[in-house]
T-cell receptor, first 116, second 114 residues
Framework: EPEVTQTPSHQVTQMGQEVILRCVPI?????FYWYRQILGQKVEFLVS????????KSEIFDDQFSVERPDGSNFTLKIRSTKLEDSAMYFC??????????????FGPGTRLTVT | AQSVTQPDIHITVSEGASLELRCNYS??????LFWYVQSPGQGLQLLLK??????LVQGIKGFEAEFKRSQSSFNLRKPSVHWSDAAEYFC????????????FGTGTQLKVEL
């Protein structure tokens, strides 16, 4: 069964450093998403991406964040200068369009980002 | 703005007992509704979804949920809980159109006593 994969599973970085989180969505999917979950809190939407552009972003997704689909398979989230409060589990998701199920989102296992 | 409330933070049930997890949503139109399950250290697995039509939807692992428009609810049920059902359960509402973002509730942690 196809699945969303994410690398690395755990990333430790120092405050102020740039990090790139990588995702490989399900191959025939066209919509891509990033969510995050701070420890003990709910899952929060960051950004959605379709047709090589951002379709929606949350207030969390400020200028420090960017997304990219550099090739036909990867979808990345970059944090330019990490802060302590960026420590969280980051989930990638993807979905395929259809008339009946516009966006049943499938999630990857997550990347745990720890900023020290 | 859309929102989801899961009033129960923790629930403990005995194995074999029935289960109901509550979910209330706020959305201006007919929503898309989902239940996801998260086991420790794992990602989010889709249990079931409601888009339209029959208000009682069946999902994986023997779960079902009922959409009640009048109560703005989408409660998750299972007739007989198994020890492997211990996990965190998230209800989510999705907007129709736009960026298709999901808005999640705070989750309900389910503990199963043997």
């Amino acid at each position: 069964e196809p699945e969303v994969t994410q690398t690395p599973s755990h990333q430790v970085t120092q405050m102020g450093q740039e990090v790139i989180l990588r995702c490989v969505p399900i191959s025939n999917h066209l919509y891509f998403y990033w969510y995050r979950q701070i420890l003990g809190q709910k899952v929060e939407f960051l950004v959605s991406f379709y047709n090589n552009e951002i379709s929606e972003k949350s207030e969390i997704f400020d200028d420090q964040f960017s997304v990219e689909r550099p090739d036909g398979s990867n979808f990345t989230l970059k944090i330019r200068s990490t802060k302590l409060e960026d420590s969280a589990m980051y989930f990638c998701a993807s979905s395929a369009p259809s008339d009946r199920v516009p966006y049943e989102q499938y999630f990857g296992p997550g990347t745990r980002l720890t900023v020290t | 703005a859309q929102s989801v409330t899961q009033p129960d933070i923790h629930i403990t049930v005995s194995e074999g007992a029935s289960l109901e997890l509550r979910c209330n949503y706020s959305y201006g139109a007919t929503p898309y509704l989902f239940w996801y399950v998260q086991s420790p250290g794992q990602g989010l697995q889709l249990l079931l979804k409601y888009f339209s039509g029959d208000t009682l939807v069946q999902g994986i692992k023997g779960f079902e949920a009922e959409f009640k428009r009048s109560q703005s609810s989408f409660n998750l049920r299972k007739p007989s809980v198994h020890w492997s059902d211990a996990a965190e359960y998230f209800c989510a509402v999705g907007a129709r159109g736009g960026g298709n973002k999901l808005t999640f509730g705070t989750g309900t942690q389910l503990k199963v006593e043997l």
